[in-house]
T-cell receptor, first 114, second 114 residues
Framework: AQSVTQLDSHVSVSEGTPVLLRCNYS??????LFWYVQHPNKGLQLLLK??????LVKGINGFEAEFKKSETSFHLTKPSAHMSDAAEYFC????????????FGRGTSLIVHP | DAGVTQSPTHLIKTRGQHVTLRCSPI?????VSWYQQVLGQGPQFIFQ???????GRGNFPDRFSARQFPNYSSELNVNALLLGDSALYLC?????????????FGEGSRLTVL
């Protein structure tokens, strides 16, 4: 069994300040973890993924995430928010040993103020 | 290269009717998955097809069915529509069967059931 919990439904930041979107997961197997972004009326786009290589993963648009097995966390960060980062962000787990069906979190809405 | 394309983009149906949604994957991708995204929630897995065979099924009633064609395009069918079926239906394609790689999403078909 696997699950994903995104700890904040909304995160509000000012442009130029750091972004932290929190994600905890549970999985009976070694997980693959992903962050996807969804802009209004658009499909989802992959930001980054972790698949048992380096625990610090760098993605597109300056985002990165750190896999912490001891804390079962995969938080998404960015040093400096841009207005164009305003969107819905989804944390996803897909575990080996099972059926590889991806499980999505409920999403975190990132609001960026000028 | 063309991305994942879905049709129709929007549609309105009444309770009890039937709907067919269509998806064309990225060229070369043999895996197609379908997701239901209810407003305010993350996508929920419905089906995965790989090489024209069903490889995974989510927790959805038998009113939901799908198939994949020799050219790897796919259809999602929903019978006896309920109000609760109103959602954004997303199609994703990938190269791998195991969902450890990137999923490429279309922009979705927004279904409204009245």
């Amino acid at each position: 069994a696997q699950s994903v919990t995104q700890l904040d439904s909304h995160v509000s930041v000012s442009e130029g300040t750091p972004v932290l979107l929190r994600c905890n997961y549970s999985s009976s197997y070694s997980p693959s973890l992903f962050w996807y972004v969804q802009h209004p009326n658009k499909g989802l786009q992959l930001l980054l993924k972790y698949t048992s290589a380096a625990t610090l993963v760098k993605g597109i648009n300056g985002f990165e995430a750190e896999f912490k097995k001891s804390e079962t966390s995969f938080h998404l960060t960015k040093p400096s928010a841009h207005m164009s980062d305003a969107a819905e962000y989804f944390c996803v787990v897909s575990a080996s040993g099972g059926s590889y069906i991806p499980t999505f979190g409920r999403g975190t809405s990132l609001i960026v103020h000028p | 290269d063309a991305g994942v394309t879905q049709s129709p983009t929007h549609l309105i149906k009444t309770r009890g009717q039937h709907v067919t949604l269509r998806c064309s994957p990225i060229s070369g991708h043999k895996s197609v998955s379908w997701y239901q995204q209810v407003l305010g929630q993350g996508p929920q897995f419905i089906f995965q097809y790989y090489e024209k065979e069903e490889r995974g099924r989510g927790n959805f009633p038998d009113r939901f069915s799908a198939r994949q064609f020799p050219n790897y395009s796919s259809e999602l069918n929903v019978n006896a529509l309920l109000l609760g079926d109103s959602a954004l239906y997303l199609c994703a394609s990938s190269q791998n069967i195991d969902n450890t790689g990137e999923l490429f999403f279309g922009e979705g078909s927004r279904l409204t059931v009245l």
